[in-house]
């Protein structure tokens, strides 16, 4: 079992920059695939980006160039770095854990709300 605590939403004017972090229980962390998600209200959740047990990076094609994933597997902590911030960036932020073994992501966090004004 994996527990995610996800923290740093907050309200930023546009054109500024958060960074999320999320830090996960248990040993395994390095072995596990992460990924960054969120859901604006009346939408579903999408993929925002993602990286490997091997630090590769994926990003959903909105968010490229102005947001970067990455971890310290040492603190077991992902982090979403994200500048040029729109109001469309916001939503409630989640991460995700993907076992190896596993096609989806079968641990989640609670989330933590990025609201961007315009």
């Known amino acids: 079992q994996v527990q995610l605590v996800e923290s740093g939403g907050g309200l930023v004017q546009a054109g500024g920059s958060l960074r999320l972090s999320c830090t996960a229980s248990?040993?395994?962390?390095?072995?596990?695939?992460m990924g960054w998600f969120r859901q604006a209200p009346g939408k579903e959740r999408e993929l925002v980006a993602t990286?490997?047990?091997?630090?590769?990076?994926n990003y959903a094609d909105s968010v490229k160039g102005r947001f970067t994933i990455s971890r310290e597997n040492a603190k077991n902590t992902v982090y979403l770095q994200m500048n040029s911030l729109k109001p469309e960036d916001t939503a409630v932020y989640y991460c995700?854990?993907?076992?190896?073994?596993?096609?989806?992501?079968?641990?989640w966090g609670q989330g933590t709300q990025v609201t961007v004004s315009s």
């Open positions: 995700g854990a993907r076992p190896n073994y596993s096609s989806g992501y079968p641990y």
């Open positions: 248990g040993r395994t962390f390095s072995r596990y695939a």
């Open positions: 990286i490997t047990s091997g630090s590769s990076t």
